[in-house]
């Protein structure tokens, strides 16, 4: 059973667009919630990260925002480039006995952004 | 900084063979190493935890004999695919959690490993 659900599944938007990328959870024991992009053939890359004290962070074209009573939280990229191509994946993690620390995956969003 | 490094980038064995797959943390010391498996176009699969100087901790439906792991060092963890058949092709991508200086909580990926197994 996925912990975290991720949608859409896949978007395409015109350079200048803002693909908005959703994913929601039921374990309130997560407490850190990091967004990874990757390209094909390697290893997914730390994008952006926030913990539940915030709603919303960004970090240059890229924006958290975070509903801790709604347990969801998005990932915005503002003005978004063909070079932003990729699958992106957010995940979720918190500390508990059998936990560890693991970080649980949504199943990605694949974007296409169009010249 | 956050550098995580995955030794060979590809690799093609033959059925019967085993493959060793190196993980280190260039920039930090790594207490726990994970590793995952992800086949095409899916979202990344744990394969198992490890932590230094510890036996590794495999997910339910891993074979622990199959997928050997090493923790030798805080910066270093290998994976060995012991007698290796095709359906063990796969992308495998390790990453490494530090002990200071960042959040616990962040995982810094390797590039991945391409394994084909004929």
């Known amino acids: 059973q996925q912990q975290v659900k991720q949608s859409p599944q896949s978007l395409i938007v015109q350079k200048g667009g803002i693909p908005i990328i959703n994913c929601a959870y039921e374990?309130?024991?997560?407490?850190?919630f990091p967004w990874y992009q990757q390209f094909p053939g390697k290893g997914p890359a730390l994008l952006i990260a926030?913990?539940?004290?915030?709603s919303e962070k960004k970090e240059g074209r890229f924006t958290i925002s975070f509903n801790k009573s709604a347990k969801q939280f998005s990932l915005h990229i503002m003005d978004s480039q063909p070079g932003d191509s990729a699958t992106y994946f957010c995940?979720?993690?918190?500390?508990?006995?059998?936990?560890?620390?693991?970080?649980?995956f949504g199943a990605g969003t694949q974007v296409v952004v169009t010249p | 900084g956050a550098v995580v490094s995955q030794h060979p980038s590809r690799v093609i064995c033959k059925s019967g063979t085993s493959v060793k797959i190196e993980c280190r943390s260039l920039?930090?010391?790594?207490?726990?190493m994970f590793w995952y498996r992800q086949f095409p176009k899916k979202s990344l699969m744990l394969m198992a935890t490890?932590?230094?100087?510890?036996?590794?901790?495999?997910e339910q439906g891993v074979e622990k004999d199959k997928f050997l792991i090493n923790h030798a060092s805080l910066t270093l963890s290998t994976l060995t695919v012991t007698s290796a058949h095709p359906e063990d092709s796969s992308f495998y991508i390790c990453?490494?959690?530090?002990?200071?200086?960042?959040?616990?909580?962040?995982?810094?990926f390797g590039p991945g490993t391409r394994l084909t197994v004929l």
């Open positions: 995940a979720a993690s918190g500390w508990t006995t059998d936990s560890w620390g693991k970080l649980q």
């Open positions: 926030i913990r539940p004290d915030v």
């Open positions: 990453s490494a959690r530090g002990t200071s200086g960042k959040s616990t909580d962040t995982q810094y």
């Open positions: 920039d930090f010391q790594a207490t726990t």
């Open positions: 374990n309130t024991a997560f407490d850190y």
């Open positions: 490890s932590n230094e100087g510890s036996k590794a901790t495999y």
